[in-house]
């Protein structure tokens, strides 16, 4: 039985372990039960799935996974937690609480040793200073997911979904998009966390694509394209990719490719769409 996710009983597994709250962490500890269900309906874990949980802190979304899934690997890098959490997770025997920064981990090998390498579920209720590192090591290290469920910064979970011309749009929209289709599921005020952080949250899923939406000949030089682009928002994108140390191209060679491409030279990064991206990435590629 899940037993953790409301105040009181929060409050008594805080005190009995004499527990303080770690800013650094991005400690703000789920206590409201039916934000839970929600994140575990949208999860759509079932008992065929093995699970990754990001920063579970004292366990409170961790119970309900190891009562939904087949096993749980659980990833917490205070140690004041690890102890909480051989208690609070003592009557279940499908997780492994992993004492380690998630940054750190290799998340691969625990697919493989977890999982067979088979598509894996994330979902966690993320510390929102790691939220995009943590989201492009996934992807970007093509781990086998299936999906992933988090509860993100409000403001984040929008850009996941933003395209051109809304000023949210950037790299990360682009990103997420690439690998996956983004969906906010709850929008989750400051009260349902203990204690309440400062800004609103939500819940994002990201339904990892079996195919990618465009296809691009190097994934790598897309991507350093539009970092560059996005890196210096109010110039056009000629410069941003000009000042790109990474893009070994002259000024007219980049002009060039993005006449190629079919839009106005003084375009700004921002106006580019994933498979404009892809395109000129493309274009690009065959100049290098
Ligand atoms: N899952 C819990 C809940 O919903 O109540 C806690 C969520 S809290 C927003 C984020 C958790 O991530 C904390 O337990 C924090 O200690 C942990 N954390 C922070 N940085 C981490 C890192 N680099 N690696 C692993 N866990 C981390």
């Known amino acids: 039985?899940?037993?953790?996710?409301?105040?009181?009983?929060?409050?008594?597994?805080?005190?009995?372990?004499?527990?303080?709250?770690?800013?650094?962490?991005g400690q703000n500890f789920l206590i409201d039960p039916h934000v839970l269900e929600r994140i575990m309906e949208a999860a759509g874990v079932t008992k065929e799935d093995f699970v990754l949980e990001i920063g579970p802190g004292i366990g409170t979304m961790t119970q309900y996974l190891c009562e939904n899934a087949r096993e749980v690997a659980a990833v917490e890098i205070d140690s004041n937690l690890i102890p909480i959490l051989q208690d609070t997770l003592k009557d279940y025997d499908n997780v492994t609480v992993i004492h380690q920064d998630i940054l750190k981990v290799d998340i691969n090998a625990l697919a493989a040793e977890k999982n067979n390498s088979q598509p894996i579920k994330?979902?966690?209720?993320?510390?929102?200073?790691?939220?995009?590192?943590?989201?492009?090591g996934l992807f970007e290290s093509h781990v086998p997911i299936d999906s992933i469920t988090i509860m993100v910064q409000?403001?984040?979970?929008?850009?996941?979904?933003?395209?051109p011309g809304s000023k949210e749009y950037?790299?990360?929209s682009l990103a997420v998009q690439y690998y996956a289709?983004?969906?906010?599921?709850?929008?989750?005020?400051?009260?349902?966390?203990?204690?309440?952080?400062?800004?609103?949250?939500?819940?994002?899923?990201?339904?990892?694509?079996r195919q990618p939406p465009v296809t691009v000949q190097d994934e790598k030089l897309m991507f350093r394209?539009?970092?560059?682009?996005?890196?210096?928002?109010?110039?056009?994108?000629?410069?941003?990719?000009?000042?790109?140390?990474?893009?070994?191209?002259?000024?007219?060679?980049?002009?060039?490719?993005?006449?190629?491409?079919?839009?106005?030279?003084?375009?700004?990064?921002?106006?580019?769409?994933?498979e404009q991206f892809a395109r000129l990435s493309d274009i690009v590629g065959a100049k290098l």
Do not use: W
């Open 170 to 172: 950037g790299a990360l």
């Open 225 to 274: 394209l539009i970092r560059a682009s996005f890196n210096q928002r109010r110039k056009t994108l000629a410069n941003g990719l000009n000042n790109a140390p990474d893009i070994p191209l002259s000024k007219e060679q980049i002009q060039e490719s993005i006449l190629e491409l079919g839009v106005p030279v003084n375009i700004r990064g921002e106006a580019l769409s994933l």
């Open 1 to 25: 039985m899940a037993t953790l996710g409301n105040p009181q009983n929060t409050i008594e597994i805080l005190q009995k372990y004499h527990f303080n709250f770690q800013k650094k962490f």
């Open 122 to 136: 994330v979902v966690a209720n993320l510390p929102y200073y790691i939220t995009t590192p943590i989201i492009m």
């Open 154 to 163: 409000k403001e984040v979970a929008d850009r996941m979904q933003q395209g």
């Open 181 to 209: 289709k983004p969906e906010i599921v709850a929008n989750v005020p400051p009260n349902c966390f203990m204690p309440r952080p400062s800004v609103g949250s939500a819940v994002i899923r990201l339904t990892r694509h």
